[in-house]
Nanobody
């Protein structure tokens, strides 16, 4: 089993940037593919990006390509989500997740472990 803790969220002005972190503990994080999802108030959880266990393969939602970059450092058991040019519509709770498989997946049902989330609020 792996435990996940997100950090790095906060209040930021539109146009700004944030880097979210997901720290993993428990079983070896490098055994898991992982991803980021977000959920805005009143909306369903939405896929943002995912990364293979090795970091060599990534997947992003088309609408977020160019502004969202996922990466991981298995030596430190950390995954990151860099967000640029933030927009008010990016306001949401951002969750990291891990799955018992090698490759990224865009369905929340594919993930076995979840963090508690970190709030990102973008002001206009």
């Amino acid at each position: 089993q792996v435990q996940l803790v997100e950090s790095g969220g906060g209040l930021v002005q539109a146009g700004g940037s944030l880097r979210l972190s997901c720290a993993a503990s428990g079983r070896t994080f490098s055994r898991y593919a992982a991803g980021w999802f977000r959920q805005a108030p009143g909306k369903e959880r939405e896929f943002v990006a995912a990364i293979a266990w090795s970091g060599s393969i990534t997947s992003e939602t088309d609408s977020m390509k160019g502004r969202f970059t996922i990466s991981r450092d298995n030596a430190k058991n950390i995954m990151y989500l860099q967000i640029r040019s933030l927009k008010p519509e990016d306001t949401a709770v951002y969750f990291c997740a891990a799955r018992e498989g090698s490759y990224p997946a865009d369905s929340a049902r594919s993930y076995n472990y979840w963090g508690q989330g970190t709030q990102v609020t973008v002001s206009s």
